[in-house]
């Protein structure tokens, strides 16, 4: 079994002890990585950054992303087919650090972290600045030897916890995620909607009593008002389709990053 010594690294615990001082959750951006195209990237991150996001979730593409909704799907094709690999988000990642303190964790499928090889990965990863790993589709049952690679490489892991989750579950994802702990809101792939599903207050008070660690909600948050909501019983809160739909819509823009800004000055109410 994996040790449970290991904290969250500093940056991570720095990001949500710094929006919890300030009374409001912090905010957690994902990000696929190469869409519209790797070149761009570094400075959609950093306008996100500038409009408000506290942590970023950056995207390696992959071309079968189950757990996401047709935005995120199609921002994974379009950053497939403008050449994005494992090694070209890790030097992005690498060149966001060189500008930003902002954490920044991989959200990745097995898959393409596997092919990379998964002790070299952690390496790289680290080198690069990156603070951890959010695994969509790994079974936290069987996640130990991984975990074991990741805090040996000082990186942090991150498990998603959602409303159909055990009550082994949830003690698993608290025993093994350092940084944070990701809430699933609903049942069913990513994508935006119109309300907060019910129950998650419940959800993130059974994981809070499981574990120390920030606690943050994600699927389906795409407005003001379901940061305020959510922001009410979680530390953070997570957006992504919304973020990669204005990507989608204006990613030929030269105003893009402007937009991107002008979004979460939005969600944060900071416009």
Request: a negative charge; one cysteine or more.
């Amino acid at each position: 079994m994996p040790s449970n010594e290991c904290t969250s690294s500093e940056r991570i615990a720095r990001c949500f002890e710094k929006s919890r001082q300030e009374g409001r959750p912090a905010l957690v951006v994902y990000l696929t990585a190469g869409d519209p195209s790797p070149d761009r990237t570094v400075e959609l991150a950093l306008a996100l950054e500038r409009g408000g996001a506290n942590l970023l979730e950056l995207g390696v593409p992959f071309s079968d992303p189950i757990a996401d909704g047709p935005v995120i799907q199609r921002a994974s094709d379009r950053a497939l087919k403008a050449g994005t690999t494992v090694a070209r988000v890790l030097d992005i990642a690498r060149e966001i650090r060189a500008r930003s303190e902002m954490p920044i964790i991989l959200f990745s499928y097995m898959n393409p972290l596997m092919r990379y090889g998964l002790e070299r990965l952690c390496a790289d990863a680290k080198a690069a600045g990156v603070d951890g790993c959010l695994f969509t589709d790994l079974s936290v049952e069987e996640a130990d030897d991984t975990v074991e690679v990741m805090r040996k490489s000082g990186l942090d892991t991150v498990f998603l916890a959602a409303p159909t989750s055990t009550e082994r579950r949830l003690e698993l994802v608290a025993q093994h995620s350092t940084g944070f702990v990701y809430v699933v809101s609903r049942t069913g792939v990513t994508g935006e909607r119109d309300s907060v599903a019910g129950g998650v207050d419940q959800l993130v008070g059974d994981l809070k009593r499981l574990t120390s660690l920030p606690v943050a909600v994600g699927f389906g948050i795409s407005k003001r008002e379901h940061v305020a909501a959510i922001g009410q019983y979680a530390d953070g809160v997570v957006v992504g389709s919304a973020v990669m739909r204005v990507i989608e819509e204006h990613g030929s823009a030269l105003d893009l990053e402007a937009r991107l800004e002008s979004f979460c000055k939005e969600l944060t109410g900071r416009a």
